[in-house]
């Protein structure tokens, strides 16, 4: 007779304390647990060949024909019940094992998914980067008008401080027209009158005269005296 196999716990490798310790360990061990169910299911074949050709010989041989029925009747019993046992735990370690296999490619795809969302949210920071430096190229670069009031000889790099402040504040852009300042207007009549005062006058009576040139007065003296 057969004794009823029993089917061990999930994970369970013989001794106490030596369980499986990471995550490949323990998928080794349900498919090694498949593998030997499955086997022990596969040796029930022979063991059943070899219990009916003992019952038949013993059915022949015998005088108590009806004792080795009882017999055979028990053993067909027990060993219907040690092949179903023997399916259960086939199919409970396959299921086992297949859940296990579905976990992990659960696993999987959740890391191609959160993979696919880092590579996506990449590309869309890439345009948007690609696009603001494409519009910072594309802007056109605006030059202001300014204008440089006009002087002669070394008085344009001797320009007083005050006219390039507004030399300055002339050439930034405006919202509107400004007018002109108090110091532009000082300066301009200062450089009037300096232009002025580099003329040589002279007076006679209230009539002002342009001062001739003291060779010119030669001259005309000269003239008189050939004459």
């Known amino acids: 007779m057969l004794p009823p196999h029993h089917s061990p716990a999930a994970g369970w490798t013989g001794v106490v304390g030596a369980g499986p310790t990471t995550v490949d360990e323990a998928s080794m061990e349900r498919s090694k ?24 010989k013993s059915y022949l041989h ?37 859940e296990q296999q579905a976990s992990e490619v659960s696993n999987l795809e959740l890391k191609v998914v959160r993979l696919n969302q880092q590579v996506f949210t990449c590309q869309i920071y890439t345009d948007k980067e690609g696009f603001r430096q494409q519009q910072m190229v594309g802007m056109d670069i605006k030059h202001h008008k300014h204008y440089i009031l ?25 919202p509107y027209p400004s007018a002109k300042t108090l110091s ?5 009549e200062n450089s009037t009158t300096a232009k002025r005062a580099d003329k040589p006058t002279f007076m006679l009576g209230d ?6 040139p003291s060779g010119n007065l030669r001259l005309m003296d000269d003239n008189h005296t050939a004459i």
């Open 33 to 56: 647990s498949f593998i030997k169910a499955l086997q022990e299911l596969k040796n029930l074949r022979p063991q059943l060949y070899s219990a009916s050709e003992y019952c038949e």
């Open 207 to 212: 009539t002002v005269s342009p001062k001739l």
């Open 184 to 188: 532009w207007h000082l300066a301009s």
């Open 62 to 98: 015998s005088e108590q024909k009806q004792m080795v029925l009882d017999n055979l009747k028990d053993y067909a019993v027990r060993a219907v019940v040690n092949a179903v046992d023997h399916l259960g735990t086939v199919a409970y370690k396959l299921t086992d094992l297949f």
């Open 150 to 174: 006009p002087s002669s000889g070394q008085k344009t790099n001797q320009a007083p401080a005050h006219l390039r402040t507004d030399i300055d504040q002339e050439s930034k852009p405006r």
